[in-house]
């Protein structure tokens, strides 16, 4: 239901934009989130986005760098990646939440993309 595109190497101070495409769900009814997990590491949230896109959450080792957006019109979610580091370096999975509030816990999120790798070299 999750497809995750666009990750790939690229240099440190480049910029990546993922995709996930939702496929088989009223769209606009999910909150969608990004996370990531990096070799070695814990899984980590990202950022999030409300059900119309007037909200926006960013972790902050990615604020300011990272903006999340959607367009419910082609149920899809982004997450516009930008002055990447190695640090960023990592599998960023997309998922979906049924309930109306923004969690930044990957419990509470009830369906997973396949992930796509992100990798940022010195």
């Known amino acids: 239901q999750l497809q995750a595109s666009g990750g790939g190497l690229v240099q440190s101070g480049g910029s990546l934009r993922l995709s996930c495409a939702a496929s088989?769900?009223?769209?606009?009814?999910?909150?969608m989130g990004w996370f990531r997990r990096a070799p070695g590491k814990e899984r980590e949230f990202v950022a999030a986005?409300?059900?119309?896109?007037?909200?926006?959450y960013s972790a902050d080792s990615v604020k300011g760098r990272f903006t999340i957006s959607r367009d419910n019109a082609k149920n899809t979610v982004y997450l516009q990646m930008n002055s990447l580091n190695p640090e960023d370096t990592a599998v960023y999975y997309c998922?979906?939440?049924?309930?109306?509030?923004?969690?930044?816990?990957?419990?509470?999120?009830?369906?997973w993309g396949q992930g796509t790798l992100v990798t940022v070299s010195s």
């Open positions: 986005i409300s059900r119309s896109g007037g909200s926006t």
């Open positions: 088989r769900l009223t769209f606009s009814s999910y909150v």
């Open positions: 998922a979906t939440r049924e309930r109306s509030w923004v969690t930044f816990l990957a419990s509470g999120y009830d369906y």
